[in-house]
């Protein structure tokens, strides 16, 4: 059983940057894929990144490419994700997700864990 819970979001201006946490608890990180989802109010859910295992594979998704860098510290059970020269689009409720293999394809039913989902605002 592996517990995801996202932190770090909150209110920021365009421009400006945010680092969000990915704390797994339940089962190491180890075992684990991870990626970020996010969705903003009346839009699908959209993939932005994801990492595999031992962090030698990363994916974006083009409408984050050279803004956002995924990373992980399996010592400390935690995937994070920074996030740099924030948009207005880029506001969304944003998720973690734990899968056992490692794909690009952002296919939702590959994530078996979800965190409970963490606000991120850009705005004025």
């Known amino acids: 059983q592996l517990s995801l819970v996202e932190s770090g979001g909150g209110l920021v201006q365009p421009g400006e940057s945010l680092r969000l946490s990915c704390a797994a608890s339940g089962d190491s990180l180890d075992y684990w894929s991870i990626g970020w989802f996010r969705q903003a109010p009346g839009k699908e859910r959209e993939g932005i990144s994801c990492?595999?295992?031992?962090?030698?594979?990363?994916n974006y998704a083009d409408s984050v490419k050279g803004r956002f860098t995924i990373s992980r510290d399996n010592a400390k059970n935690t995937v994070y994700l920074q996030m740099d020269s924030l948009k207005p689009e880029d506001t969304a409720v944003y998720y973690c997700a734990a899968s056992r293999v490692f794909s690009d394809s952002y296919f939702s039913d590959l994530y078996d864990y979800w965190g409970q989902g963490i606000q991120v605002t850009v705005s004025y």
């Open positions: 990492i595999s295992r031992n962090a030698m594979i990363t």
